[in-house]
């Protein structure tokens, strides 16, 4: 399993529509947090070990009604 976040940028007015759909329709997304600065939303997504993450953003977040941009993180440890 990998997890990245995503941050996303939406249209204006519609960060909670995009958060709302997001966790309704890609089960990938296991939470979605609203953020300050030039992202409005965060997302963190579980990904099945070799799962192409580019085909995964571009393909299932970016194509989200809603949103404009996005930038991806990728991580390595998460620590307990």
Known sequence: MQTIFVQ???ELGKAYEVADLA???VEEVSEVHS???QYDLMMKCFLA???????FV???IQTLAGV???F???TFKAFV
């Open 8 to 10: 996303v940028k939406c």
């Open 23 to 25: 966790v309704q329709t």
């Open 35 to 37: 953020i300050s600065g």
């Open 49 to 55: 070990d070799g799962d192409d993450i580019g085909h």
């Open 58 to 60: 571009t393909g299932r």
């Open 68 to 70: 404009k941009d996005t």
């Open 72 to 74: 991806t993180i990728i």
